[in-house]
């Protein structure tokens, strides 16, 4: 059953409350697709299954630190491809995780993460702990568009994904 109530103005519930309508995507929708991305570079997922949550055309752009900016899939799938033959593993700790809906039906997404591997031994990549290790402290920004199709089935894509150094 959904909900056809307009949005609570009631400043004791979270903006947006109660939805609209239960099936359409929400903030907690978009949290869960943040920590799938992180899940699949983790996993050391193919670079198609990343490059299927990223925005086609002119609303894609991927900047990270040590990287120049990249603008289609295909660049962003050498970069991964590069990512996975010079690391032996990696993972990510998020914090100060916030999401707010966007005026035109995106979210805008900021957090904290620490992103933590090690490189193959004869990597050029950064290491900067011992045993060919490395510990990054990052602040990323997303704009996560909504796609057709159930939330339930992270009908997001990535259109703007800013990682700077803390």
Do not use: C
Not at 18 to 29: E, L, M, T, V
Not at 74 to 101: C, D, G, I, P
Not at 119 to 137: G, K, M, Y
Not at 139 to 150: K, L
Request: charged letters at 20%; a negative charge; hydrophobic letters at 45%.
């Amino acid at each position: 059953m959904t909900s056809t109530a307009a949005p609570s103005t009631d400043p004791t519930l979270s903006p947006g409350l109660p939805p609209r309508d239960a099936a359409a995507p929400n903030a907690n929708d978009v949290r869960r697709f943040v920590y799938t991305w992180f899940t699949l570079f983790e996993h050391r997922a193919p670079a198609e299954q990343l490059a299927a949550y990223l925005a086609a055309g002119d609303h894609f752009v991927l900047t990270i630190p040590g990287a120049p900016p990249m603008r289609d899939i295909q660049q962003f799938t050498a970069w991964y491809e590069q990512m996975l033959a010079n690391t032996r593993w990696n993972f990510h700790e998020l914090s100060n995780l916030k999401v707010e809906r966007a005026g035109d039906g995106a979210y805008d997404v900021s957090f904290d993460v620490d992103w933590q591997g090690a490189v193959t031994e004869d990597s050029t990549w950064p290491a900067n702990l011992p045993a060919h290790r490395f510990r990054f402290p990052l602040r990323q920004w997303w704009r996560v568009m909504v796609r057709p199709g159930s939330a339930l089935n992270n009908s997001f894509s990535i259109a703007d994904l800013v990682a700077e150094a803390r």
